[in-house]
């Protein structure tokens, strides 16, 4: 009976040494020796090792090992480890294998794209910046996606831009330019370059929102202008000291201003815009003229028995006289006489 229970225990000590896959440390162990299978070596271990506490009585069994009291078991050599999950598959082990194939203990083999780091033992990229907008060669180059070219140090591709971006432009894409603040894309040249809001007219942007002007013209808000020094008055400067009048003005000799056009002369008036009269201080516009065309004098308080020559003055009518000195206010003429008619009645002298 006891042989049995040995025989019994010895399976299951071999199940149990199977599964956990770790180098047998058993005492009076005998050194592996490799076998046929890959990574498996054979290990001589006592044979009373193999048998549970509980059924080492009596004599034990001799065992199939080259001398009595030991048996053979089949363990992972030395850089080896068992394959989870598997009956005894034995693979090598290697420090920081990571991108490549462990091919024998300590032997890393890189996969491709790869290439092994003596240094750290390690399978590193063949392009350790990972050849941005390109494709890490086995060689350890960059080969460059089309519209890319290989940067200065070769280490990775950057876009490509023909004749480059201008000023304060980055190349950010094959032919495409990105512009920083202040600047912008000129259309014809694809290049970034100082951008001025609404153009500078006859002048050249220098900087963001910053004109330069030609001789003749002046910077107003942000763009260059015609410059008339000697003014432009009620007119148009469309040059350098070049003035332009609008249609019923007339550019006076001095060429700076514009001066109004009536097609009828402004009698005792001025011309203050075209065809449009204004009167002069003292007169007023006459009955039924147009546009003030025609001024006769104002006199505020009228001139009875008489009419109004000039800015409050009257002429008496034939037969009458003025009141007084400096008086608009005409009275009838009497005639002086031995009879002394002044002195008599007015009433009486027109018959009442």
Known sequence: MWQYKAVIGICAFFAVFLISGETAQLQGAHRGVNNSRR???????PTIDLIPPEDRHGSIPRGNGSRAGY?????????????????????????????????????????????????????????????????????????????????????????????????????????????AQGFSLDQRTNKCDYHCEGGCGEGSC???????????????????????????????????NR???????????????????????????????????????GYSPAPGARNSETCVAHCPGGCPNGNCAAPNFCICNPGFIKESKGSNNCIRRVRRSAMHFDLVPEAVLEGF
């Not at 220098?206 to 008055?233: A, I, R, W």
């Not at 001066?259 to 009167?279: R, Y």
């Open 71 to 179: 048996s053979k078991i089949d363990i992972c050599c030395n850089g080896y480890e068992r394959v989870p999950r598997s009956h005894l598959v034995c693979q090598p082990v290697c420090d920081g294998c990571e991108n490549g194939n462990c091919t024998a203990p300590g032997v890393c083999q890189c996969k491709r794209g790869y290439i092994h780091d003596d240094f750290h033992g390690d399978c590193i990229p063949t392009c350790p910046h990972g050849c941005l907008n390109g494709v890490c060669t086995i060689t350890g180059a960059c080969s460059c996606n089309a519209g890319n070219t290989l940067s200065g140090n070769g280490k990775y591709c950057i876009p490509h831009c023909s004749g480059g971006c201008g000023r304060g432009g980055t190349c950010v894409g094959p032919e495409v330019c990105a512009c």
């Open 39 to 45: 990574g498996i070596c054979t290990l001589e271990v």
């Open 243 to 281: 003035c332009s009048c609008k249609a019923g003005w007339t550019l006076d000799p001095n060429g700076s201003v514009c001066t109004p056009h009536c097609s009828q002369s402004c009698l005792n008036g001025d011309c203050i815009a075209p065809n449009q009269c204004a009167c002069k201080k």
């Open 206 to 240: 220098v900087g963001p929102n910053q004109c330069s002007c030609k001789p003749g013209y002046k910077v107003v808000g942000h763009t260059c202008v015609p410059d008339c020094p000697k003014g432009c008055v009620n007119g148009d400067c469309v040059g350098p």
